[in-house]
């Protein structure tokens, strides 16, 4: 069986662009798995702490035969592969983040794992990358991605690419 999963990759730390793009290069190379499409890349303003820089965002379409948790270990395993770091506890600054914001119209509630991505429907910097690959897309509590998008203040982010 495959999957339609989506992911969301931000950085801001350490060259943000090319971790996003490295990130974006190990995605199409994960095992038992197809890259289908992926966004331009965004710069976003930071949310929480101000005090750290803007974020380069983006989202992946993958096509995949691993199960929720399994690609959670696959990406945690390029996080950890592009020597990501941690500054400060809570929404600090951090060199690679992938996150899992579908997985089919799957509703996840895991230990190590919640789908859809729990701040997924206020985040300017996830809807908009998603908007852009996938307008159509209806979220598993059947609210159309384009109402959100419709909704969003969209002067904290800027296409880049
Ligand atoms: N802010 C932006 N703009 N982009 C992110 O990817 C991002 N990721 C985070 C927090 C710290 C919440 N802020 C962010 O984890």
């Known amino acids: 069986m495959t999957a339609i999963a989506y992911i969301g990759l ?16 190990a995605l199409e ?9 992926a ?16 974020y380069i965002n983006a989202v992946a379409e993958l096509s ?14 390029i996080e950890n592969e592009q020597g990501r770091v941690r500054i400060g506890e809570r929404w600090g600054p951090r060199t690679l983040d992938l996150d899992i914001l579908l997985y089919n119209n799957k509703i996840i509630e895991h230990p190590r794992l919640t789908v859809p991505h729990y701040g997924m429907k206020e985040r300017s910097f ?9 307008p159509e897309l ?11 998008v419709a909704n969003l203040a969209k002067d904290d982010i800027e296409r880049i690419t």
């Open 29 to 37: 190379t994960l095992h038992d798995s197809k890259l289908l499409n």
């Open 64 to 77: 995949t035969s691993l199960a929720p948790i399994d690609l959670l270990d696959a990406l945690q395993a």
């Open 39 to 54: 966004s331009a890349l965004y710069r976003s303003a930071p949310m929480g702490p101000q005090d750290q820089n803007d």
């Open 138 to 148: 209806v979220l598993p509590d059947n609210t159309p991605l384009s109402d959100l």
């Open 10 to 25: 931000g950085s801001n730390l350490s060259d943000p662009i090319a971790q996003v793009n490295n990130a974006l290069q």
């Open 126 to 134: 996830v809807l908009i990358p998603l908007a852009e690959i996938a």
